[in-house]
């Protein structure tokens, strides 16, 4: 089929060019265009798990169907409900990686179904959930995404998600600059500062895999993020300062723990933790160092500089501010207790490595990169 609809348009375009169409050149095209492996292949019987929600109970269901090259989940799935079990739900709409509806759990990580060839999944996957034997077995398990409540089967009530959204504010606001006659215009520099974060398709994937929401309801989430720092960005947005400082707390960008995951399965390589570090940049460049996580951030930085490894035992007294921060001391002492009864307690000699002139000196250097780079001062970590 699709080596038949690739000969029919090369037939168009030699036509167009007043070429004759000989059957060589549409073997020549057959041969190229068309992997030997993809029209020899033949299909495979695959079984998909999937979490349905019957009768208000929550269980996983098999179905098997036969799956082709090319086959992407959404194909699966469209498959399933149209042969096999017309209640299973789902959410789709263009089927090509622009509108994010069709988000789900397959295998274990956040995907979107239209994106996923099914096949691909069984040849590599060893996820945590797609184990090898699965991969054997042929057996893809899909579920809804996490961190948020299912309305029936793969469908989820996002409403979390965008109410997280909404806070940012996530449209230009020009305040009080004056307006362009015709459009505003901006430099190719500035266009390629924010188009990372503007191709953003709203799917939802970053939230449903981020640790940070998992272990915070109120942390914002990396798309919110991203989307923040897209305004931030905009030459053509007056409220930087607000919208920075808005974040710059501990709900904000400092509830992001480093999890990676938002990079990691974002599909149209947003890279939600990059925004998110670039605002906090942002945010301890403009003087904002008393926020906690700007306080570990510049303790961390500090201990490393220091001594070439971290200081555990200052990092959390680092983190509150000191000593005098009686509050901070109460909040964090239950944890030093617990470190302390399961032995977890760092040493309270700490020794610098040998050659730290060395780690200095990637600071430097890095200091200077950071001059070259902007005429704002960089943060003195000093
Ligand atoms: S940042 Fe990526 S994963 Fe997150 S909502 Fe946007 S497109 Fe989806
Ligand atoms: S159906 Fe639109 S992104 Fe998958």
Redesign the pocket.
Request: glycine share 6%; hydrophobic share 35%.
């Given at each position: 089929m699709v080596s038949m609809k690739k000969v029919s348009r090369s037939k168009k375009i030699d036509q167009k060019k007043g070429q004759k169409t000989t059957s060589k050149n549409i073997k020549g095209l057959q041969k190229s265009e068309v992997s030997e492996k993809n029209v020899k292949e033949p299909s495979q019987e695959i079984t998909f798990r999937i979490q349905r929600v019957i009768q208000g109970k929550t269980e996983m269901r098999d179905y098997k169907i036969e799956v082709g090259r090319g086959d992407t989940i959404l194909d699966c799935l469209d498959k399933i409900r149209d042969d096999l079990d017309p209640s299973l739900s789902f959410r789709r709409n263009c089927r090509n990686t622009i509108c994010?509806s069709c988000a789900m759990t397959i295998n274990g990580r956040a995907r979107l179904a239209c994106k996923e060839h099914a096949l691909n999944l069984i040849d590599k996957e060893t996820t945590k959930e797609n184990t090898k034997e699965n991969a054997k077995e042929k057996i893809i398990t899909i579920t809804p995404m996490r961190n948020m409540p299912v309305v029936k089967d793969l469908v989820n009530d996002m409403t979390s998600f965008w109410n997280q959204y909404k806070k940012i504010k996530p449209w230009v606001d020009t305040g009080d600059k004056p307006l362009p006659e015709k459009e505003f215009l901006m430099s190719i520099e500035q266009f390629q500062e924010l188009e990372q974060s503007a191709?953003?398709?709203?799917?939802?994937?970053?939230?449903a895999d981020s640790n940070g929401v998992e272990a915070e309801k109120e942390f914002l989430g990396?798309?919110a993020l991203?989307r923040a720092y897209r305004l931030i960005a905009d030459p053509r947005d007056a409220k930087q300062e607000e919208r920075i400082k808005a974040v710059d707390n501990k709900h904000g960008t400092w509830d992001c723990m480093h999890c990676f995951y938002?990079t990691e399965?974002?599909?149209?390589d947003?890279d939600?933790l990059a925004q998110i570090l670039k605002i906090r940049k942002m945010a301890v460049e403009k003087g904002s160092t008393k926020t906690r996580g700007a306080m570990h951030h510049l303790t961390f930085i500090k201990s490393v500089k220091d001594s070439g490894i971290l200081n555990e035992n200052k990092l959390p007294i680092g983190s509150i501010g000191g000593i005098f921060n009686i509050v901070g001391m109460f909040e964090i002492t239950p944890v030093g207790f617990r470190m302390l009864t399961h032995g977890k307690m760092p040493s309270l000699i700490h020794h610098k490595i040998p050659k730290i002139e060395d780690v200095r000196e990637i600071f430097n250097h890095f200091k200077k990169e950071s001059f070259k780079k902007k005429d704002d001062s960089p943060v003195n970590y000093q």
């Amino acid at each position: 089929m699709v080596s038949m609809k690739k000969v029919s348009r090369s037939k168009k375009i030699d036509q167009k060019k007043g070429q004759k169409t000989t059957s060589k050149n549409i073997k020549g095209l057959q041969k190229s265009e068309v992997s030997e492996k993809n029209v020899k292949e033949p299909s495979q019987e695959i079984t998909f798990r999937i979490q349905r929600v019957i009768q208000g109970k929550t269980e996983m269901r098999d179905y098997k169907i036969e799956v082709g090259r090319g086959d992407t989940i959404l194909d699966c799935l469209d498959k399933i409900r149209d042969d096999l079990d017309p209640s299973l739900s789902f959410r789709r709409n263009c089927r090509n990686t622009i509108c994010g509806s069709c988000a789900m759990t397959i295998n274990g990580r956040a995907r979107l179904a239209c994106k996923e060839h099914a096949l691909n999944l069984i040849d590599k996957e060893t996820t945590k959930e797609n184990t090898k034997e699965n991969a054997k077995e042929k057996i893809i398990t899909i579920t809804p995404m996490r961190n948020m409540p299912v309305v029936k089967d793969l469908v989820n009530d996002m409403t979390s998600f965008w109410n997280q959204y909404k806070k940012i504010k996530p449209w230009v606001d020009t305040g009080d600059k004056p307006l362009p006659e015709k459009e505003f215009l901006m430099s190719i520099e500035q266009f390629q500062e924010l188009e990372q974060s503007a191709d953003c398709i709203m799917c939802g994937l970053c939230y449903a895999d981020s640790n940070g929401v998992e272990a915070e309801k109120e942390f914002l989430g990396p798309a919110a993020l991203a989307r923040a720092y897209r305004l931030i960005a905009d030459p053509r947005d007056a409220k930087q300062e607000e919208r920075i400082k808005a974040v710059d707390n501990k709900h904000g960008t400092w509830d992001c723990m480093h999890c990676f995951y938002c990079t990691e399965v974002c599909p149209v390589d947003v890279d939600p933790l990059a925004q998110i570090l670039k605002i906090r940049k942002m945010a301890v460049e403009k003087g904002s160092t008393k926020t906690r996580g700007a306080m570990h951030h510049l303790t961390f930085i500090k201990s490393v500089k220091d001594s070439g490894i971290l200081n555990e035992n200052k990092l959390p007294i680092g983190s509150i501010g000191g000593i005098f921060n009686i509050v901070g001391m109460f909040e964090i002492t239950p944890v030093g207790f617990r470190m302390l009864t399961h032995g977890k307690m760092p040493s309270l000699i700490h020794h610098k490595i040998p050659k730290i002139e060395d780690v200095r000196e990637i600071f430097n250097h890095f200091k200077k990169e950071s001059f070259k780079k902007k005429d704002d001062s960089p943060v003195n970590y000093q």
